[in-house]
Protein backbone atom coordinates (compact mmCIF):
# COMPACT_ATOMS: atom_id res chain seq x y z
CA UNK A 1 0.00 0.00 0.00
CA UNK A 2 1.04 3.80 -0.34
CA UNK A 3 0.96 6.15 2.30
CA UNK A 4 -2.00 8.21 2.59
CA UNK A 5 -1.21 12.07 1.53
CA UNK A 6 0.99 14.24 3.74
CA UNK A 7 3.06 17.25 3.26
CA UNK A 8 7.24 17.25 3.69
CA UNK A 9 8.96 19.91 5.62
CA UNK A 10 12.26 20.22 6.03
CA UNK A 11 13.69 22.49 8.63
CA UNK A 12 17.17 23.22 10.08
CA UNK A 13 17.35 23.96 13.00
CA UNK A 14 15.88 22.85 16.27
CA UNK A 15 13.50 25.70 16.77
CA UNK A 16 12.66 25.95 13.06
CA UNK A 17 11.67 22.16 13.24
CA UNK A 18 10.09 22.55 16.44
CA UNK A 19 7.66 25.50 15.51
CA UNK A 20 6.51 23.17 11.99
CA UNK A 21 5.70 20.50 14.28
CA UNK A 22 3.50 22.49 16.35
CA UNK A 23 1.89 24.46 13.18
CA UNK A 24 1.19 20.90 11.49
CA UNK A 25 0.50 18.36 13.98
CA UNK A 26 2.84 15.92 11.83
CA UNK A 27 4.91 13.48 12.84
CA UNK A 28 8.91 13.93 12.64
CA UNK A 29 10.76 11.96 10.79
CA UNK A 30 15.07 11.13 10.90
CA UNK A 31 15.35 7.46 10.19
CA UNK A 32 11.48 6.37 9.17
CA UNK A 33 12.14 2.68 10.16
CA UNK A 34 8.86 2.46 12.33
CA UNK A 35 7.09 5.49 10.96
CA UNK A 36 7.33 4.62 7.00
CA UNK A 37 6.21 1.36 7.33
CA UNK A 38 3.08 2.49 9.92
CA UNK A 39 2.18 5.06 7.10
CA UNK A 40 2.68 2.57 4.18
CA UNK A 41 0.23 0.32 5.86
CA UNK A 42 -2.38 2.96 6.62
CA UNK A 43 -1.94 2.55 10.10
CA UNK A 44 -0.53 6.34 10.87
CA UNK A 45 -1.62 8.90 8.69
CA UNK A 46 0.04 12.03 9.62
CA UNK A 47 -0.85 15.76 7.84
CA UNK A 48 2.89 16.34 7.35
CA UNK A 49 6.72 14.99 8.26
CA UNK A 50 9.00 17.50 9.47
CA UNK A 51 12.04 15.72 8.44
CA UNK A 52 14.80 16.58 11.00
CA UNK A 53 17.72 14.92 8.93
CA UNK A 54 19.39 18.32 8.08
CA UNK A 55 19.32 20.13 11.57
CA UNK A 56 22.39 20.61 12.96
CA UNK A 57 23.13 19.92 16.71
CA UNK A 58 21.98 16.58 16.94
CA UNK A 59 24.14 14.32 15.39
CA UNK A 60 26.59 13.89 17.95
CA UNK A 61 27.36 11.18 20.34
CA UNK A 62 29.01 12.79 23.54
CA UNK A 63 30.59 10.94 26.48
CA UNK A 64 31.34 12.06 29.76
CA UNK A 65 31.96 11.24 32.94
CA UNK A 66 28.41 10.46 34.12
CA UNK A 67 26.46 9.31 31.11
CA UNK A 68 26.70 8.90 27.12
CA UNK A 69 24.04 11.19 25.51
CA UNK A 70 22.92 10.21 22.05
CA UNK A 71 21.69 13.03 19.47
CA UNK A 72 18.50 12.64 17.82
CA UNK A 73 20.46 12.04 14.43
CA UNK A 74 22.55 9.20 15.51
CA UNK A 75 21.96 6.04 13.43
CA UNK A 76 21.81 2.65 15.48
CA UNK A 77 25.05 1.18 13.78
CA UNK A 78 26.96 4.67 14.62
CA UNK A 79 26.23 4.16 18.73
CA UNK A 80 27.10 0.08 17.95
CA UNK A 81 30.51 0.67 16.23
CA UNK A 82 31.12 4.08 18.70
CA UNK A 83 34.54 2.80 21.11
CA UNK A 84 34.10 5.36 23.57
CA UNK A 85 30.01 4.55 23.59
CA UNK A 86 30.98 1.02 24.91
CA UNK A 87 34.07 1.50 26.89
CA UNK A 88 31.22 3.90 28.95
CA UNK A 89 28.78 1.67 28.71
CA UNK A 90 28.84 -1.86 27.42
CA UNK A 91 25.31 -2.68 27.66
CA UNK A 92 24.65 -0.02 24.65
CA UNK A 93 26.40 -2.23 22.13
CA UNK A 94 25.67 -5.57 23.38
CA UNK A 95 21.82 -4.74 22.98
CA UNK A 96 22.28 -2.90 19.95
CA UNK A 97 23.34 -5.94 18.63
CA UNK A 98 20.38 -7.36 18.29
CA UNK A 99 18.07 -4.71 17.08
CA UNK A 100 17.05 -5.82 13.83
CA UNK A 101 19.37 -6.66 11.13
CA UNK A 102 22.42 -4.52 9.77
CA UNK A 103 20.88 -2.69 6.74
CA UNK A 104 18.07 -1.60 9.47
CA UNK A 105 20.51 -0.34 12.46
CA UNK A 106 22.80 1.55 9.49
CA UNK A 107 19.38 3.62 8.94
CA UNK A 108 17.25 3.60 12.27
CA UNK A 109 17.77 6.16 14.74
CA UNK A 110 18.41 5.12 18.73
CA UNK A 111 16.41 7.98 19.81
CA UNK A 112 13.75 7.20 17.26
CA UNK A 113 13.25 4.11 18.61
CA UNK A 114 13.30 4.89 21.94
CA UNK A 115 10.64 7.40 21.14
CA UNK A 116 8.55 4.93 19.00
CA UNK A 117 8.07 3.26 22.93
CA UNK A 118 7.63 -0.41 21.45
CA UNK A 119 7.64 -3.04 24.38
CA UNK A 120 9.16 -5.27 22.30
CA UNK A 121 12.11 -2.96 21.65
CA UNK A 122 15.26 -3.24 23.22
CA UNK A 123 16.82 0.23 23.51
CA UNK A 124 13.81 1.40 25.34
CA UNK A 125 14.59 -1.20 28.02
CA UNK A 126 18.14 -0.19 28.21
CA UNK A 127 17.09 3.70 28.72
CA UNK A 128 14.68 2.56 31.90
CA UNK A 129 17.00 0.06 33.36
CA UNK A 130 20.40 2.56 33.08
CA UNK A 131 17.76 5.05 34.26
CA UNK A 132 18.55 7.31 31.31
CA UNK A 133 16.28 10.42 30.33
CA UNK A 134 15.42 11.82 26.86
CA UNK A 135 15.73 15.40 26.13
CA UNK A 136 12.46 17.00 24.00
CA UNK A 137 11.59 20.23 22.63
CA UNK A 138 8.65 22.00 21.81
CA UNK A 139 7.64 25.83 20.79
CA UNK A 140 5.85 25.72 23.29
CA UNK A 141 7.07 24.59 26.29
CA UNK A 142 11.13 25.29 25.28
CA UNK A 143 12.92 22.32 26.68
CA UNK A 144 12.40 19.41 29.15
CA UNK A 145 13.63 16.52 30.61
CA UNK A 146 11.95 13.39 31.16
CA UNK A 147 13.01 10.49 32.90
CA UNK A 148 12.89 7.12 31.43
CA UNK A 149 10.28 6.33 34.71
CA UNK A 150 7.93 8.45 33.46
CA UNK A 151 8.27 8.06 29.77
CA UNK A 152 6.89 4.70 28.45
CA UNK A 153 3.56 5.15 29.31
CA UNK A 154 1.90 2.06 26.99
CA UNK A 155 2.25 0.37 23.63
CA UNK A 156 3.69 2.30 21.22
CA UNK A 157 2.51 5.32 23.73
CA UNK A 158 5.00 8.00 25.55
CA UNK A 159 5.28 11.28 27.90
CA UNK A 160 6.42 12.77 24.46
CA UNK A 161 4.00 15.37 23.89
CA UNK A 162 2.56 15.75 20.02
CA UNK A 163 4.48 18.83 19.79
CA UNK A 164 7.56 17.94 20.48
CA UNK A 165 10.88 17.02 19.35
CA UNK A 166 12.84 14.15 21.58
CA UNK A 167 16.25 15.96 20.42
CA UNK A 168 18.49 13.33 22.68
CA UNK A 169 18.49 10.77 25.20
CA UNK A 170 20.91 10.51 28.00
CA UNK A 171 22.26 6.91 29.29
CA UNK A 172 23.92 7.27 32.63
CA UNK A 173 26.80 5.48 33.32
CA UNK A 174 26.64 2.62 35.59
CA UNK A 175 27.84 2.78 39.30
CA UNK A 176 31.69 1.40 39.45
CA UNK A 177 32.17 -1.69 39.77
CA UNK A 178 29.00 -2.92 37.22
CA UNK A 179 28.57 -5.16 34.81
CA UNK A 180 25.95 -5.84 32.30
CA UNK A 181 24.33 -8.74 30.07
CA UNK A 182 22.03 -8.60 27.57
CA UNK A 183 19.73 -11.66 26.00
CA UNK A 184 17.00 -12.41 23.77
CA UNK A 185 15.47 -15.41 21.99
CA UNK A 186 13.41 -14.85 18.92
CA UNK A 187 12.30 -17.22 16.30
CA UNK A 188 14.98 -15.75 13.56
CA UNK A 189 18.01 -13.65 13.91
CA UNK A 190 16.69 -9.97 14.06
CA UNK A 191 12.71 -10.70 14.62
CA UNK A 192 10.81 -9.51 17.47
CA UNK A 193 12.14 -11.24 20.59
CA UNK A 194 9.77 -13.54 22.14
CA UNK A 195 11.34 -12.52 25.31
CA UNK A 196 14.44 -10.22 26.38
CA UNK A 197 16.42 -9.22 29.39
CA UNK A 198 19.14 -6.64 30.29
CA UNK A 199 20.76 -6.89 33.50
CA UNK A 200 23.22 -4.66 35.40
CA UNK A 201 24.51 -5.54 38.42
CA UNK A 202 27.12 -3.61 40.70
CA UNK A 203 29.63 -5.38 43.26
CA UNK A 204 31.66 -3.30 46.07
CA UNK A 205 35.17 -3.48 46.69
CA UNK A 206 35.35 -7.43 47.97
CA UNK A 207 33.58 -8.11 44.90
CA UNK A 208 30.32 -8.51 46.99
CA UNK A 209 26.81 -7.86 45.51
CA UNK A 210 25.50 -4.55 46.13
CA UNK A 211 22.73 -4.07 43.67
CA UNK A 212 21.02 -5.43 40.64
CA UNK A 213 18.31 -5.07 38.02
CA UNK A 214 17.04 -6.20 35.14
CA UNK A 215 14.67 -4.82 32.48
CA UNK A 216 12.54 -6.91 30.15
CA UNK A 217 10.66 -6.63 27.01
CA UNK A 218 7.87 -8.51 25.07
CA UNK A 219 6.14 -9.26 28.38
CA UNK A 220 4.00 -5.86 29.17
CA UNK A 221 2.88 -2.98 27.91
CA UNK A 222 6.20 -0.64 28.70
CA UNK A 223 9.23 -1.94 29.16
CA UNK A 224 9.15 -3.77 32.78
CA UNK A 225 11.79 -3.21 35.10
CA UNK A 226 12.78 -4.92 37.79
CA UNK A 227 15.61 -4.27 41.25
CA UNK A 228 16.56 -7.60 42.57
CA UNK A 229 18.86 -5.96 44.54
CA UNK A 230 18.23 -7.25 47.58
CA UNK A 231 18.18 -11.32 45.99
CA UNK A 232 21.73 -11.43 46.08
CA UNK A 233 23.09 -8.23 48.81
CA UNK A 234 26.09 -9.30 50.21
CA UNK A 235 27.03 -12.74 48.43
CA UNK A 236 29.95 -13.22 46.83
CA UNK A 237 30.10 -12.22 42.89
CA UNK A 238 31.22 -16.25 42.74
CA UNK A 239 28.90 -17.66 45.02
CA UNK A 240 25.29 -15.47 44.30
CA UNK A 241 22.54 -17.29 43.81
CA UNK A 242 20.15 -15.78 41.77
CA UNK A 243 16.89 -17.88 41.62
CA UNK A 244 14.77 -15.46 43.92
CA UNK A 245 14.57 -13.31 41.23
CA UNK A 246 12.76 -15.33 38.76
CA UNK A 247 10.31 -14.58 41.42
CA UNK A 248 10.13 -11.13 41.66
CA UNK A 249 10.44 -11.12 38.01
CA UNK A 250 7.18 -13.66 37.63
CA UNK A 251 4.94 -11.15 39.50
CA UNK A 252 5.63 -8.27 37.53
CA UNK A 253 5.40 -9.59 33.91
CA UNK A 254 2.50 -9.78 32.01
CA UNK A 255 3.09 -11.68 28.92
CA UNK A 256 0.81 -11.91 25.92
CA UNK A 257 -0.26 -15.24 23.50
CA UNK A 258 0.14 -14.63 20.30
CA UNK A 259 1.25 -16.84 16.99
CA UNK A 260 4.51 -16.57 17.92
CA UNK A 261 4.80 -17.86 21.59
CA UNK A 262 2.02 -19.03 24.71
CA UNK A 263 2.06 -16.69 27.26
CA UNK A 264 3.33 -19.13 29.38
CA UNK A 265 6.05 -20.13 27.55
CA UNK A 266 7.41 -16.13 27.42
CA UNK A 267 6.94 -16.16 31.53
CA UNK A 268 9.12 -19.51 31.08
CA UNK A 269 11.30 -17.46 28.86
CA UNK A 270 11.35 -14.21 31.33
CA UNK A 271 12.89 -16.84 34.76
CA UNK A 272 15.38 -18.46 32.46
CA UNK A 273 16.78 -15.38 30.79
CA UNK A 274 16.81 -13.65 34.19
CA UNK A 275 18.78 -16.14 35.59
CA UNK A 276 21.23 -16.35 32.80
CA UNK A 277 21.55 -12.36 32.16
CA UNK A 278 22.45 -12.08 36.02
CA UNK A 279 24.71 -14.38 36.03
CA UNK A 280 26.59 -12.92 33.15
CA UNK A 281 26.55 -9.23 34.35
CA UNK A 282 27.74 -10.49 37.70
CA UNK A 283 30.80 -12.45 35.80
CA UNK A 284 31.32 -9.21 34.05
CA UNK A 285 31.15 -7.12 36.81
CA UNK A 286 33.97 -9.23 39.06
CA UNK A 287 36.90 -7.88 36.59
CA UNK A 288 35.80 -4.09 36.58
CA UNK A 289 36.36 -4.11 40.07
CA UNK A 290 39.71 -2.06 41.16
CA UNK A 291 42.06 -3.90 42.72
Known amino acids: ?16 AAEMLAATGGKVLAGGQSLIPLMSMRLAAPPALVDINRVGGITDIEVGDDAVRVGALVRHAALEAHAPAYDANPLLRRALRHVAHATIRNRGTTVGSIVHAD ?141 HATADYRRHLAQVLTRRALAEATADAAPRVAA
Open 119 to 259: PAGEMPAVLRLLGGSVEAVSQARGRRSIDAADFFVGPLESALGEDEIAVGVVFPRPPAGSGSSWLEISRRRGDYALVGVGAVVTLDSDRNVIGAAVSLISVGATPVHVDVGHVGADSAYDDVDWSGATELVDAAISPEADI
Open 1 to 16: MKPAPFAYLLPSTVDE
